[in-house]
Every structure is written in C-alpha cells, then in structure tokens.
C-alpha cells in the first residue's frame, strides 16, 4: 500500500479533503499518520476522528531548526511514507531535511507560483490589482516554494473580492488539486513538469 505521512499546523481542511478521498477509494493510499507542530491544531482532531495516528512534535520544545527538524525527520522515518504532504504547515524546513526527503515532498501553497512566494499571498493578489489567483502544488526544494509545480488551480478575482473571500475560493480550488496530484503520485503517473496541468474554478 502507497504510504503517506500528512505534516501540519493548523485547522487541516485540505487533510480533511484527503482522508475524505482515501476512505473513498479515490486514491489508493493509507494515511499512516498526521503530524502537527502545533498541539492545538485541529487538524490533529481530524486524523483523530478518522483513526489515524495524531503525533504532536512542538517546534517550541527544540532550541534550533536542525534539532527541530532532524526529530521531525526520524518520526516521520519511523512510518517509512512513500509521499510526505505538507498541508498548511507553517514551518520553513532545512536543507538537510527536504534533501532527505527530496521527490517525495510536497506542498501547497496559495498563490499561482512563481507568483507570490512566502506569506500573505491574497493580500498581495489584491493590491495587484491581479485578475486570477489560485494556488500551486509543488515538490518541495531547499529553496522556498520554489520546487517543480504539479498542478494549479485557478481562481478568478471579483471586484468587490475581500481577503477572506478571495481565500474561501482559493481553499476551493485547493481541494481538488491536493487530492488530484496525491492520487496521480499513488498511481505513478507521469506527471509533465514542465508543463503542469491547470484547472479553473
Ligand atoms: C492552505 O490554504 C495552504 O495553501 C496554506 O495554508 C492553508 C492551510 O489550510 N499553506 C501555506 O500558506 C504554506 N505556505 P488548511 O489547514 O485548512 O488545510
């Protein structure tokens, strides 16, 4: 069975779109366990209710990134995952840790990449005056969100859109291509990097 290990911070509706996929047999996978640096996190609930392993590894207990990161790794060893997904985990990884890692990480972030790196992705969007907005699935690199772009979702920016409405609809868009580029790696699909599919709202 294709493993993954689901790394978060936060209230985890995109796990939430996943373990919904999986118990629908929509991708082929088991979610072996979720992991928060956040004990609060609902997210952790989530796995919880759907008996999945919940692991709490609080980035304040560690007194740098590396020991922070290097524990992070060997829990995450421990579970011998095929795919780790980074769902609104809002930690800048090490070097060490995404080589370890390396093709076998990924991400999502709310922006249409290269566009918008780092944070407040929406409030960036509208200042811009941009038409569209989305967000990006990626492999992760020790550079931030800056690895090779699985597939975007594309959403349109209205008029009147304000931060939290324009974020509702990129949430939107996120829950289907998370699902989408997880069940594609569980099936070993070739996937065109350099020309990586695009879906519109
Ligand atoms: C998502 O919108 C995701 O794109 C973003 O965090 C949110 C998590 O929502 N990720 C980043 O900003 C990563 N830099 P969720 O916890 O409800 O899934």
């Known amino acids: 069975m294709y493993k993954i290990v689901v790394l978060l911070s936060g209230n985890g509706s995109n796990l939430q779109k996943i373990i919904d996929e999986v118990l629908s047999n929509n991708i082929k996978a088991e979610i072996s366990a979720v992991i928060s640096n ?12 759907a008996n999945i392993p919940a692991v709490t590894l609080e980035h304040t207990h560690f007194s740098d990134r590396e020991s922070f990161d290097a524990s992070l790794a060997q829990i995450i060893e421990s579970y011998e995952p095929d795919l780790i997904v980074l769902a609104g985990f809002m930690r800048i990884l090490t070097a060490g840790f995404v080589e370890k890692f390396a093709g076998k990480l990924i991400n999502i972030h709310p922006s249409l990449l290269p566009k918008y790196k780092g944070l407040h992705t929406h409030k960036r969007a509208l200042e811009n005056n941009d038409k569209e907005h989305g967000a990006s699935v990626h492999f992760v690199t020790s550079e931030l969100d800056s690895g090779q772009v699985i597939i975007q979702g594309v959403v349109p920016i209205k008029v009147d859109d304000t931060e939290d409405s324009l974020a509702q609809r990129v949430h939107q868009v996120e829950y289907i291509i998370y699902p989408q580029a997880i069940k594609w790696l569980a099936q070993g699909k070739q996937i065109d990097l350099e020309k990586p599919e695009k879906i519109y709202l």
């Open 38 to 49: 956040r004990a609060d996190a609902i997210g952790l609930q989530r796995a919880k209710t």
